[in-house]
């Protein structure tokens, strides 16, 4: 069922692309049915310039015969659509379930307009539930680990951090890096959270997605909704 919405949210958004757009393509699931539905409307005669935020949408988009560009030929986006693993009323997230936080922020900041496509799980009213990703560089990472439970500690949040992958294989990043997964259950001042992680050295960027998103389809047993930040 949640494939079926995730395919109706991208379906929806896929609409909202119009013939010479600059277009920042997200990654995930959802992402992937979007980049489905896109090539059906290039196929169809639509001309657009992609993106994409991973080495896995731009192995899809390619086979797809999408027409793709970097970020350096092409800085300015006029708009990026991207699944989430959750979002919040004020259409803040957190992305990176899938490790491609890093471009995924990097091509959303880009870009006019950023469209969340989503099913109605991933409706909350406080971001947290989903472990929060933090992507950090491998150099000193037991250091950066310490920096980080600090400052969870200092906003009085859990300081349970599993490095993804795990210690033998942890997981590599598109950009090289580690991610430390943060169960926080609920965090009550996203701001203040953001703005302390970044400030760590060893931290590359982390998944709180804030003023980036500027609507969201999410799409349930009701169809599809728009959502608008409050
Ligand atoms: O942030 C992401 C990848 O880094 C994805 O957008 C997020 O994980 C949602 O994935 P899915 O659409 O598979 O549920």
């Not at 600059?22 to 090539?39: C, D, N, W």
């Not at 959303?108 to 909350?124: L, P, Q």
């Amino acid at each position: 069922m949640s494939d079926q919405f995730k395919q109706e949210a991208a379906e929806r958004a896929a609409e909202d692309v119009t013939e010479g757009m600059r277009l920042g393509i997200g990654t995930g699931s959802t992402a992937e049915f979007f980049v489905q539905a896109l090539a059906k409307r290039v196929a169809g005669g639509l001309n657009i310039v992609g993106v994409p935020t991973s080495e896995r949408t731009r192995d899809l988009a390619t086979e797809l015969g999408i027409k793709l560009t970097t970020l350096d030929e092409m800085p300015q986006l006029d708009l990026t659509v991207d699944g989430a693993d959750e979002f919040d009323p004020e259409l803040a997230l957190i992305k990176g379930g899938g490790g491609a936080l890093l471009r995924e922020k990097i091509v959303a900041a880009a870009s006019e307009r950023m469209i969340v496509i989503a099913d109605g799980s991933k409706e909350v009213d406080a971001l947290g539930r989903f472990p929060l990703p933090i992507e950090v560089v491998p150099f000193g990472l037991e250091a950066t680990r310490r920096a980080i439970v600090t400052v969870l500690s200092d906003l009085g949040l859990p300081d349970v951090l599993v490095l993804r992958g795990g210690a033998s294989q942890p997981f590599v990043t598109d950009g090289g890096h580690f991610i430390l997964d943060a169960h926080l259950e609920k965090i009550s001042d996203v701001k203040a959270l953001a703005t302390r992680l970044v400030a760590i050295p060893g931290v590359v960027e982390h998944g709180l997605f804030i003023d980036l998103a500027t609507k969201a389809y999410v799409a349930g047993t009701d169809g599809v909704k728009t959502v608008l930040p409050i």
